[in-house]
């Protein structure tokens, strides 16, 4: 599922793509993925000669605000791709935009979501879930973790806790830090928990500068992939040597993902 640098990195390609363009038409393929309104003519009228005013990231969660007043919310989810400019034919729904060029969400297994809102931080998701790593201090994240006695990988994964950071940071992160991802959240040390926050924020920030991680079906705006696997230490490396020590990497399943680590840097 693409994290927070990868919907970053699509919100910025938004603003310089689409920012203060109208939206003509409206090509419906696959009415599956659009969660509200129910009937989908009624979909069609509220948005066709709206104008994107604005375009905003909460969390996984990317807004188009429109002109009408209403917000287009669009949750990639697993599969979920925004791509312009795009085919109709290939696309779930597309946007004809007033360049003449559409903007396509494709999805090829259905899992994703739009929503047409008036009040986009009204959406249940949204209210559930927690702040954002750069929207907290180190004493906010240490005070959070103090609290909890969880495994510390499945908690950096649990958006209601923080959001944003998924399967690839959170292990990336946890790697970056030396801290081994079955730790309980309360056992770290407070020097733990600050090189951890550090690490957190430094991983997202430079994933966004390489334009994400498409190590699955995440595409930039463009439909290029991203370019960060390449920087990736720990995540989808079992079996080859720990950069830093060279210990083989080692695999096992937490909160049902694959979760990567080096036995010896990782205490």
């Not at 020590?245 to 909160?255: A, E, S, Y």
Request: contains cysteine.
């Amino acid at each position: 599922m693409p994290e927070l640098p990868e919907i970053e990195t699509i919100k910025r390609e938004l603003e310089k793509a689409v920012l203060g363009k109208k939206i003509i038409e409206i090509i419906i393929n696959n009415p599956k993925v659009i969660k509200e309104p129910k009937d989908k003519k009624e979909f069609v009228k509220e948005i066709k000669e709206a104008t994107i005013k604005n375009v905003l990231r909460k969390g996984k969660l990317l807004v188009l605000e429109l002109s009408t007043g209403k917000s287009l919310c669009i949750h990639l989810r697993l599969t979920g791709q925004l791509i312009y400019p795009g085919e109709p034919g290939k696309a779930r729904v597309s946007f004809k935009l007033s360049d003449g060029k559409f903007l396509d969400y494709r999805d090829q297994r259905l899992l994703g979501e739009l929503h047409l809102v008036k009040n986009w931080q009204d959406l249940k998701f949204v209210q559930e879930l927690g702040p954002e790593p750069f929207e907290i201090n180190l004493e906010d994240f240490k005070e959070m973790l103090s609290k909890k006695k969880t495994m510390i990988k499945p908690l950096l994964m649990d958006q209601t806790f923080i959001s944003g950071v998924g399967n690839i940071y959170a292990n990336e992160a946890l790697f970056r830090a030396g801290i081994h991802p079955q730790r309980k959240a309360d056992s770290l040390s407070d020097k733990e928990k600050e090189l951890l926050f550090k690490e957190i924020k430094e991983v997202l920030n430079e994933a966004i500068k390489y334009k994400g991680s498409s190590v699955d079906q995440y595409l930039q705006l463009s439909g290029e992939p991203g370019e960060y696997m390449k920087y990736l230490k720990v995540y989808d490396r079992e079996g080859r040597p720990c950069l830093v020590c060279k210990t083989p990497i080692k695999r096992i399943t937490l909160g049902g993902r694959g979760t990567y680590f080096c036995p010896k840097c990782q205490k």
